[in-house]
T-cell receptor, first 110, second 111 residues
Framework: DVKVTQSSRYLVKRTGEKVFLECVQD?????MFWYRQDPGLGLRLIYF???????EKGDIPEGYSVSREKKERFSLILESASTNQTSMYLC?????????FGPGTRLTVT | RKEVEQDPGPFNVPEGATVAFNCTYS??????FFWYRQDCRKEPKLLMS???SGNEDGRFTAQLNRASQYISLLIRDSKLSDSATYLC????????????FGKGTRLHILP
């Protein structure tokens, strides 16, 4: 079974803090993704990566950056957290056209 | 027109009934189609792929209509455990080979 894990299920941070969200997959997938999911807005793609050290902007990259130093690990970074980044963050890896999601991190920025 | 559109619902359906969802997509070059299921406070998981010839998995039937650019999901003999949000997913072929998620249709099965 494919497993995608995320470092935290719940996280509370203060405005202006630097936040790291970690994602690890164990199936040697090349493609990894970061989404945020908000009520009424659905899943929105933040960044994705097709290979180590490679990254591409998604639909809403502003305020975020990513890092992919190893194939199995894809990190999302909020350089200076803001209240409008309070959301559910979902990481996914992909085999062909099927995406496997992690359990999500519910981030609250106060 | 949005790339992938779904009726957000909620659909409130009595247990045992048949329920159908539709999803429309705007890019005629789309190649692959899927239905994902997302339970409350959980991550989305693949329910089934959708093939041109239609496909069935137990009580679930998925169909694709390329001419009208929509896909459908039919659930027969609905169970309480079918309550979830159903996401329509379309793979858009092109330079970026993007996967597009619909916003989902919420289904509540009533006892």
């Amino acid at each position: 079974d494919v497993k995608v894990t995320q470092s935290s299920r719940y996280l509370v941070k203060r405005t202006g803090e630097k936040v790291f969200l970690e994602c690890v997959q164990d199936m040697d997938h090349e493609n990894m993704f970061w989404y945020r999911q908000d009520p009424g807005l659905g899943l929105r793609l933040i960044y994705f990566s097709y290979d180590v050290k490679m990254k591409e902007k998604g639909d809403i990259p502003e305020g975020y950056s990513v890092s992919r130093e190893k194939k199995e690990r894809f990190s999302l970074i909020l350089e200076s957290a803001s209240t409008n980044q309070t959301s559910m963050y979902l990481c996914a890896s992909r085999r062909f056209y099927e995406q496997y999601f992690g359990p999500g991190t519910r981030l609250t920025v106060t | 027109r949005k790339e992938v559109e779904q009726d957000p619902g909620p659909f409130n359906v009595p247990e045992g009934a048949t329920v159908a969802f539709n999803c429309t997509y705007s890019n005629s070059a789309s190649q692959s189609f899927f239905w994902y299921r997302q339970d409350c406070r959980k991550e989305p998981k693949l329910l089934m792929s959708v093939y041109s010839s239609g496909n069935e998995d137990g009580r679930f039937t998925a169909q694709l209509n390329r001419a009208s650019q929509y896909i459908s999901l039919l659930i027969r003999d609905s169970k309480l455990s079918d309550s979830a949000t159903y996401l329509c997913v379309v793979n858009k072929r092109g330079r970026d080979d993007k996967i597009i998620f619909g916003k989902g249709t919420r289904l509540h099965i009533l006892p």
